[in-house]
């Protein structure tokens, strides 16, 4: 399995498989993301998507989304706070409280 040092958790952890995305944003991330904070971003994606009530298939929604995949991990807020840990996870993925 290989690993990186992620730039959004700040430590070595498992990489992706293949560059989720084409072009050279998605090299940045395939290069630069863990598999974990590849995850937290997908959450994050739904969360925009249902709050602006984007539709995909528009190139303005895609563009959007672009850019805040891109912050998201290479933005100046981009890293997680030191000693953040995930919330604990149910073997069926939800949260536990």
Partial sequence: MRTVQCVKLGRELPGLDNPPIKGELGQRIFDNVSVQAWEMWREQATILINHYGLTMADPRAQEFMMMQMESFFFGEEATM?????PPAQTSKGQRKK
Avoid at 81 to 85: I, V
């Fill in 81 to 85: 706070p030191e000693g953040w840990t």
